[in-house]
């Protein structure tokens, strides 16, 4: 049974550009959630995906957006990077009947370097 | 904002120690979850405990929490040179249907 798995591992864009992540969550879990780690710090929620819709966001500006497909899979998408949105973005799923005591799993993470 | 804060930041100690990382959170919980991330890789889930427990255990992971000082411990007993990692506590700020909220984590390094 494959976990969750993210892609590309890593990737170098220029200041400007547009970038997709992409994820797939663990079999049998039907919510993705997307997070931003920066070096050294905690990961910071960023929007998570439910039934192909954006359920809840963080503090994130529109820059950030999101997209889950019928096969519950997701992308992340950041428009006009900036330096400081270089981080490790990490994608988490859970299967929301869960409810509040689900916890995630965590995929590895694409490590986005803006210059 | 941050829900969880790590206290120490980082902590090294010898092989075989105990490690002991605290977490103080601001807002109401259902539960708090503690992870671990090796290398700036992902997180892994090591226990939940909800908000009307106040111990858990799990191997050598020993879990307390204190609702009334928006507190929550997490002990390593035995330390392992593969305990050496970053330690988050996360917590859902609102019913479940969001995404956690973790502190900066503290960092763990076992010396062999």
């Known amino acids: 049974d494959a976990g969750v798995t993210q892609s590309p591992t890593h990737l170098i864009k220029t200041r400007g550009q547009q970038v997709t992540l992409r994820c797939s969550p663990k079999s049998g879990h039907d919510t993705v959630s997307w997070y931003q780690q920066a070096l050294g710090q905690g990961p910071q929620f960023i929007f998570q995906y439910y039934e192909e819709e954006e359920r809840q966001r963080g503090n994130f500006p529109d820059r950030f957006s999101g997209h889950q497909f019928p096969n519950y899979s997701s992308e992340l998408n950041v428009n006009a990077l900036l330096l400081g949105d270089s981080a490790l973005y990490l994608c988490a799923s859970s299967f929301r009947g869960g409810g509040s005591l689900r916890f995630q799993y965590f995929g590895p993470g694409t490590r986005l370097t803006v210059t | 904002s941050q829900q969880g804060e790590e206290d120490p930041q980082a902590l090294s100690i010898q092989e075989g120690e105990n490690a002991t990382m605290n977490c103080s959170y601001k807002?109401?919980?259902?539960?708090l979850q503690w992870y671990r991330q090796n290398s700036g890789r992902g997180l892994v889930h090591l226990i939940l405990?909800?908000?009307?427990?106040r111990e858990k255990h799990s191997g050598r992971l020993r879990v307390t929490l204190d609702t009334s000082k928006k507190s929550s411990s997490l002990l390593i007993t035995a330390s392992r040179a593969a305990d050496t990692a970053s330690y988050f506590c996360g917590s859902y700020s609102g019913g479940g249907a969001d995404g956690l909220t973790f502190g900066k984590g503290t960092h763990l390094i076992i010396q062999p």
């Open positions: 405990i909800r908000s009307n427990e």
């Open positions: 807002t109401s919980i259902n539960n």
